[in-house]
């Protein structure tokens, strides 16, 4: 007697579909890492991380004050900003050590007499 495999490639490809049975009669399993809640709450939590590193009075403001610094375009800066874009893990953790650095800074200045 053969079994079914668990779960088959197409089935974790395609793991943001609903609980359900696959075409091999498997029982297909939803992965939230795969899910579209989370590429928007991701996508929300970078732009406000940049809004919180690069304070500035417009979307155009930050963009130029940014782009620069991270080494990428203008229109890459207001793509993030308007979550159209997936950042990569090298300009996450860039943006959030100059955010830390921004939040340290600005306590020490709160506390100066």
Known sequence: M????PFSRHEIASSSKPRGKGQDGA???????NS?????????WFSNLLWRAF???SEAELAERAAPVLGVSTRQVRNWLREDHDASLRYVTA???????EVVFSRME???P
């Open 2 to 5: 053969s079994y079914a495999a």
């Open 27 to 33: 029982i297909t399993v939803k992965n939230p890492a």
């Open 36 to 44: 579209d809640e989370h590429a928007r709450t991701s996508r929300k």
């Open 55 to 57: 304070p500035s009075a």
């Open 95 to 101: 943006v959030m050590m100059i955010a830390g650095a």
């Open 110 to 112: 709160s506390r100066k």
